[in-house]
Protein backbone atom coordinates (compact mmCIF):
# COMPACT_ATOMS: atom_id res chain seq x y z
CA UNK A 1 0.00 0.00 0.00
CA UNK A 2 1.42 3.48 -1.21
CA UNK A 3 1.12 5.53 2.01
CA UNK A 4 2.46 8.88 3.58
CA UNK A 5 2.48 9.17 7.34
CA UNK A 6 3.34 11.81 9.23
CA UNK A 7 4.48 12.83 12.80
CA UNK A 8 6.26 15.26 15.30
CA UNK A 9 3.46 17.77 15.50
CA UNK A 10 2.60 19.05 19.00
CA UNK A 11 1.90 22.13 20.73
CA UNK A 12 5.00 24.46 21.07
CA UNK A 13 5.23 28.41 22.60
CA UNK A 14 6.10 31.28 20.38
CA UNK A 15 9.85 31.48 19.00
CA UNK A 16 9.72 27.28 19.56
CA UNK A 17 10.61 25.09 16.77
CA UNK A 18 9.29 21.61 15.68
CA UNK A 19 10.88 19.18 13.70
CA UNK A 20 7.83 17.38 11.30
CA UNK A 21 8.29 13.78 9.70
CA UNK A 22 6.93 11.88 6.53
CA UNK A 23 7.87 8.50 6.42
CA UNK A 24 6.75 6.80 3.00
CA UNK A 25 5.49 2.98 2.66
CA UNK A 26 5.15 1.36 -0.48
CA UNK A 27 7.53 4.04 -2.70
CA UNK A 28 10.74 5.25 -2.26
CA UNK A 29 10.12 9.20 -1.78
CA UNK A 30 13.60 9.88 -4.14
CA UNK A 31 11.47 9.01 -7.24
CA UNK A 32 8.72 11.73 -5.99
CA UNK A 33 8.98 15.42 -5.44
CA UNK A 34 7.99 15.85 -1.67
CA UNK A 35 6.36 18.52 -0.11
CA UNK A 36 4.76 20.44 2.68
CA UNK A 37 1.22 22.11 2.93
CA UNK A 38 -0.66 23.47 5.77
CA UNK A 39 -4.24 24.31 6.40
CA UNK A 40 -5.21 26.55 9.30
CA UNK A 41 -9.32 26.97 10.49
CA UNK A 42 -11.02 28.95 7.43
CA UNK A 43 -7.95 29.66 5.62
CA UNK A 44 -6.95 28.31 2.29
CA UNK A 45 -4.33 25.55 1.62
CA UNK A 46 -0.71 27.12 1.59
CA UNK A 47 2.47 25.37 0.33
CA UNK A 48 5.40 25.59 2.64
CA UNK A 49 8.44 23.59 1.31
CA UNK A 50 8.90 21.47 -1.38
CA UNK A 51 12.61 19.72 -2.20
CA UNK A 52 13.35 18.02 -6.09
CA UNK A 53 13.69 15.08 -6.89
CA UNK A 54 15.67 15.44 -10.07
CA UNK A 55 17.94 18.17 -8.13
CA UNK A 56 17.85 18.12 -4.60
CA UNK A 57 16.79 21.75 -5.30
CA UNK A 58 14.58 23.26 -2.33
CA UNK A 59 11.46 25.99 -2.09
CA UNK A 60 9.80 27.74 0.21
CA UNK A 61 6.96 30.02 0.59
CA UNK A 62 7.58 33.81 1.67
CA UNK A 63 5.86 33.46 5.07
CA UNK A 64 8.18 30.78 6.30
CA UNK A 65 11.43 31.77 3.96
CA UNK A 66 14.87 31.83 6.54
CA UNK A 67 12.79 29.40 9.38
CA UNK A 68 12.01 25.97 7.68
CA UNK A 69 14.09 23.68 6.18
CA UNK A 70 13.07 20.35 4.14
CA UNK A 71 15.59 17.81 3.40
CA UNK A 72 15.01 14.02 3.24
CA UNK A 73 17.07 10.74 4.19
CA UNK A 74 17.00 8.06 2.25
CA UNK A 75 17.76 5.52 3.52
CA UNK A 76 15.09 6.16 6.68
CA UNK A 77 12.69 7.05 3.46
CA UNK A 78 11.54 9.98 5.37
CA UNK A 79 11.35 14.00 4.73
CA UNK A 80 11.92 16.01 7.63
CA UNK A 81 10.33 19.62 7.96
CA UNK A 82 12.67 21.38 10.18
CA UNK A 83 10.72 24.70 11.96
CA UNK A 84 12.71 27.17 13.75
CA UNK A 85 11.64 30.57 15.56
CA UNK A 86 7.31 29.68 15.13
CA UNK A 87 4.66 31.82 15.03
CA UNK A 88 0.89 31.55 16.35
CA UNK A 89 0.64 32.09 12.44
CA UNK A 90 1.97 29.03 11.95
CA UNK A 91 -0.92 27.19 13.58
CA UNK A 92 -2.00 24.44 11.22
CA UNK A 93 -2.59 20.70 9.94
CA UNK A 94 0.55 20.07 8.15
CA UNK A 95 0.04 17.76 5.37
CA UNK A 96 3.32 15.78 3.69
CA UNK A 97 2.57 15.47 -0.10
CA UNK A 98 4.28 13.95 -2.67
CA UNK A 99 4.01 13.97 -6.66
CA UNK A 100 6.74 12.34 -9.57
CA UNK A 101 5.74 15.39 -12.02
CA UNK A 102 4.59 18.51 -10.29
CA UNK A 103 7.28 20.52 -8.00
CA UNK A 104 7.14 23.99 -6.63
CA UNK A 105 4.92 25.22 -3.47
CA UNK A 106 2.31 26.72 -5.70
CA UNK A 107 1.93 23.45 -7.25
CA UNK A 108 1.76 21.35 -4.07
CA UNK A 109 -2.03 21.47 -3.46
CA UNK A 110 -2.11 19.47 -6.93
CA UNK A 111 0.13 16.56 -5.85
CA UNK A 112 -1.20 13.34 -5.81
CA UNK A 113 -0.32 11.82 -2.92
CA UNK A 114 -1.18 13.03 1.01
CA UNK A 115 -0.46 11.58 4.21
CA UNK A 116 -3.76 12.04 6.98
CA UNK A 117 -2.04 15.46 8.53
CA UNK A 118 -0.35 16.55 11.62
CA UNK A 119 -1.19 19.39 13.97
CA UNK A 120 1.05 22.25 14.81
CA UNK A 121 -0.34 24.52 17.43
CA UNK A 122 1.82 27.58 18.36
CA UNK A 123 1.13 29.46 21.45
CA UNK A 124 1.63 32.93 21.92
Known amino acids: EVQLVESGGGLVQTGGSLRLSCTAS????????IGWIRQAPGKDREGVAC????????YYGPSVQGRFTISWDNVKNTVYLHMINLKPEDTAVYYC?????????????????WGQGTQVTVSS
Open 26 to 33: GFALDDYN
Open 97 to 113: VADRIRVGVYMLPYYNL
Open 51 to 58: ISSSDGNT
